[in-house]
């Protein structure tokens, strides 16, 4: 199993020692300050997958005049299992799904308006944009909220270089797509 996956994310967090899923989803969160929240039933089925697994343990419940909790932990095969994944190189994409490129050409097979769909596309990046360099440059932003705003950044920075590319070759892709 490769790529990014919230049970390797999760074995990862149990690293640091034993947790229980409230803890593991708030420091999920705060690690990954601009990674989709993960939904308590995320983790609660996720840490089940890995307990089935053999990947992680139940290490004991206790309720300190609250809820019961299941505390977690990382099992020896666990470890071994983050590691395996923490170390593998991640591949470069072997194909690229590019939404907005599909909505090009879906915008030119309908007869629409591919310059004016590239033109408001290219503001809700700006947006984007504007809203990540204002999370990175809040005061108080720890490094990790400015490097996962830094990566999005870059992102985001070559669509917009690829849709300006896009938009002024739009006549001959106009022409390839509709002779075809």
Same mark, same amino acid.
Do not use: C
């Given at each position: &199993?490769?790529?990014?996956?919230?049970?390797?994310?999760?074995?990862?967090?149990?690293?640091?020692?034993?947790?229980?899923?409230?803890?593991?989803?708030?420091?999920?969160?705060?690690?990954?300050?601009?990674?989709?929240?993960?939904?308590?039933?995320?983790?609660?089925?996720?840490?089940?997958?890995?307990?089935?697994?053999?990947?992680?343990?139940?290490?004991?419940?206790?309720?300190?005049?609250?809820?019961?909790?299941?505390?977690?932990?990382?099992?020896?095969?666990?470890?071994?299992?983050?590691?395996?994944?923490?170390?593998?190189?991640?591949?470069?994409?072997?194909?690229?799904?590019?939404?907005?490129?599909?909505?090009?050409?879906?915008?030119?097979?309908?007869?629409?308006?591919?310059?004016?769909?590239?033109?408001?596309?290219?503001?809700?990046?700006?947006?984007?944009?504007?809203?990540?360099?204002?999370?990175?440059?809040?005061?108080?932003?720890?490094?990790?909220?400015?490097?996962?705003?830094?990566?999005?950044?870059?992102?985001?920075?070559?669509?917009?270089?690829? &849709?300006?590319?896009?938009?002024?070759?739009?006549?001959?892709?106009?022409?390839?797509?509709?002779?075809?």
């Amino acid at each position: &199993m490769s790529g990014m996956s919230t049970r390797h994310i999760l074995l990862g967090l149990l690293a640091t020692g034993p947790s229980h899923g409230y803890d593991l989803k708030r420091r999920h969160d705060e690690r990954f300050p601009q990674a989709r929240p993960l939904a308590y039933g995320q983790v609660y089925t996720t840490l089940q997958r890995l307990v089935r697994d053999g990947l992680a343990a139940v290490e004991g419940t206790d309720s300190d005049g609250g809820p019961e909790r299941t505390t977690y932990r990382a099992t020896d095969e666990g470890t071994r299992e983050l590691s395996r994944w923490a170390g593998e190189i991640a591949p470069p994409a072997p194909f690229v799904a590019n939404e907005i490129f599909a909505k090009v050409v879906v915008t030119i097979l309908s007869g629409g308006d591919p310059a004016a769909y590239l033109s408001a596309q290219r503001a809700a990046h700006m947006e984007r944009m504007r809203e990540l360099t204002a999370v990175k440059a809040a005061k108080g932003a720890d490094l990790a909220t400015v490097l996962s705003a830094d990566y999005a950044l870059n992102h985001l920075d070559a669509d917009l270089r690829w &849709m300006s590319t896009t938009a002024a070759r739009l006549t001959t892709l106009t022409a390839e797509v509709d002779a075809a």
